[in-house]
């Protein structure tokens, strides 16, 4: 158990990091301007501008800088923020603590922005003093707070959104996992002094981005309206700063010349593996009972060849999570869109034998679900529908045709097929 002081505690960041810091059996002290709301966490007063006031307890063993001005109606002092770093390392020093720092991803020398520049600057004072530093990419993620949240806020409020031309590129970092990635060089002493690229390795377009948010996390649709990048910054450059700062424009500086950051490796070095897009915009942090509820979609329909009522797929998927853990059978998109398809798999077509005796088995209780329904009961014993002997040899005639005609299906395609299912059951043990 370490004793960590969080500035900026109260923040988006700063929130998540106190709340799992403490789950992990961690003391954290939230050093910020205004008293958590919660009295459940040690408190101290810290202000960027009267930082000459504080004292930073000699027990501490983790500083975590989180801290910063990010108000875009307020003028932002440099030497301000960075004599408040420096400071801090002071007092980190002398209690022999450890100096966490989290920048930005728009950190550079000449940076468009002060706060850019600002972040920078700090960057330089804490690793001269040997301390981490940790460039997180477009956080998401949790709460509707920071960006993220003034972000989500306008896709569900604005009908048209603009897609810049060209369009600027992000690597989003799901808040959680940014978290998790503080706490390793918190608790590790492995990790050398140095800056940590924390984000996708890939960058997305930030129209894709909006557009994940609008799918994923608000569940409706949105219209993009093209608006060149030159554009805007002619606009910008006519405004001029006060302008700029009151229309809540000058974040637009920093994402128009947003910097690319290698990740992988620094990810690989401290043991952080990202969840992905869609999964983290969930509000739960992750999508694993969406993808239960699309997998129950499937095979229930397939095996009942109708749409299943919302009854059926919450009994198959309270039946995964009490029976199997609650994973997911990484179905390939094409079977989740046309269930029918699922007649070309066989136990040959899965990677190995454990995913296919798996298989079988979900689909032997997405069968049972389904027999014990009264959808099934028409389906499998006919009740409620036309009797008769010429019904009853079409039905028979046209199910051998089909059976013949998905096995020459079978014979064409089950290459293909075992190739799209090389990925499946990665969430099976």
């Not at 996992?177 to 140095?194: F, I, M, N, V």
């Not at 229309?247 to 128009?256: D, E, H, I, M």
């Amino acid at each position: 158990m370490n004793n960590i002081v969080v500035t900026g505690g109260n923040g988006y960041i700063g929130s998540s990091f106190t709340d799992v810091a403490t789950e992990r059996g961690h003391h954290v002290t939230i050093a910020s301007r205004q008293q958590p709301s919660s009295g459940n966490v040690p408190w101290l007063y810290f202000d960027l501008v009267s930082y000459k006031a504080f004292d930073l307890p000699l027990d501490t063993d983790i500083l975590v800088h989180l801290a910063a001005n990010i108000s875009a109606t307020e003028f932002l002092d440099i030497d301000t923020e960075v004599a408040a770093a420096q400071e801090l390392i002071k007092l980190t020093k002398k209690a022999k603590a450890k100096f966490i720092f989290v920048s930005s991803q728009t950190a550079r020398e000449h940076a468009p922005t002060d706060y850019g520049r600002s972040k920078w600057h700090i960057e330089q004072a804490v690793l001269a003093a040997g301390g981490w530093v940790v460039r997180p990419g477009q956080v998401y993620g949790g709460e509707l707070r920071g960006l993220y949240g003034a972000l989500v806020n306008s896709v569900s409020k604005l009908l048209f959104l603009p897609a810049f031309i060209p369009t600027p590129k992000i690597q989003p970092i799901h808040v959680l996992d940014l978290t998790e990635g503080l706490l390793q060089l918190a608790e590790r002493d492995d990790l050398q002094s140095k800056v940590y690229c924390l984000a996708e390795p890939l960058p997305i377009p930030f129209s894709s981005f909006l557009a994940e948010i609008a799918v994923s996390r608000l569940r409706c649709k949105i219209f993009f309206l093209p608006i060149p990048t030159p554009a805007v910054r002619f606009f910008m450059k006519v405004a001029g700063t006060d302008l700029q700062k009151r229309l809540g424009l000058t974040r637009l500086n920093s994402l128009f010349d947003l910097p690319k950051m290698t990740t992988a490796s620094d990810l690989k070095m401290i043991g952080l593996s990202l969840r992905s897009l869609p999964a983290g915009l969930h509000p739960s942090g992750n999508n694993i009972r969406r993808r239960l509820l699309r997998e129950a979609k499937t095979l229930l329909t397939y095996v009942l060849k109708e749409r299943p009522d919302s009854v059926l797929l919450r009994r198959y998927v309270r039946c995964i999570e009490a029976l199997r853990g609650g994973r997911v059978v990484e179905l390939p998109e094409i079977f989740l869109s046309f269930p029918i398809l699922l007649s070309l798999i066989d136990s040959t077509c899965w990677r190995t034998d454990k995913l296919a005796i798996e298989f079988a088995w979900r689909m032997d209780a997405a069968t049972l679900i389904a027999e014990a329904s009264p959808l099934g009961a028409s389906r499998f014993l006919g009740i409620s529908q036309p009797e008769g002997m010429v019904r009853s040899i079409c039905l028979l005639a046209t199910s051998v045709v089909g059976e013949v005609f998905w096995r020459l299906m079978k014979f064409f395609v089950s290459p293909v097929l075992r190739l799209a299912l090389v990925s499946a059951g990665k969430g099976l043990p």
